[in-house]
């Protein structure tokens, strides 16, 4: 079993940055590849960007790439989600999930755990 606890989201206006984190609990997390995913109000949970178990493969959706980079630090368990020049579209709550491979997956249907969230904010 793998928890994940998110954090780091927050207000922020149109144009500033944010870093969220994740925490992982399990010995596996350096086996695992990591995702960031986010559902806005009335809207379905999409994919926001990825990470494969080394570090060494990444991959983000169109609406944050050049905007945002996805990290991660085996030795503390914490996969991490940079985003700067933030939008008022990027309003959402953020999930962090953890996928049982070593490979990138870019749908939630690709991840077995995840996290509670954490609520990101920007207004204009």
């Known amino acids: 079993q793998v928890q994940l606890v998110e954090s780091g989201g927050g207000s922020v206006q149109a144009g500033g940055s944010l870093r969220l984190s994740c925490a992982a609990s399990?010995?596996?997390?350096?086996?695992?590849?990591m995702g960031w995913f986010r559902q806005a109000p009335g809207k379905e949970r999409e994919f926001v960007a990825c990470?494969?178990?080394?570090?060494?493969?990444?991959y983000y959706d169109s609406s944050v790439k050049g905007r945002s980079t996805i990290s991660r630090d085996s030795a503390k368990n914490t996969v991490y989600l940079q985003m700067n020049s933030l939008k008022p579209e990027d309003t959402a709550v953020y999930y962090c999930a953890a996928r049982r491979s070593i490979g990138i997956g870019t749908t939630s249907t690709d991840y077995h755990y995840w996290g509670q969230g954490t609520q990101v904010t920007v207004s204009s």
């Open positions: 399990g010995r596996t997390f350096g086996t695992y590849a």
């Open positions: 990470i494969n178990w080394s570090g060494s493969t990444t």
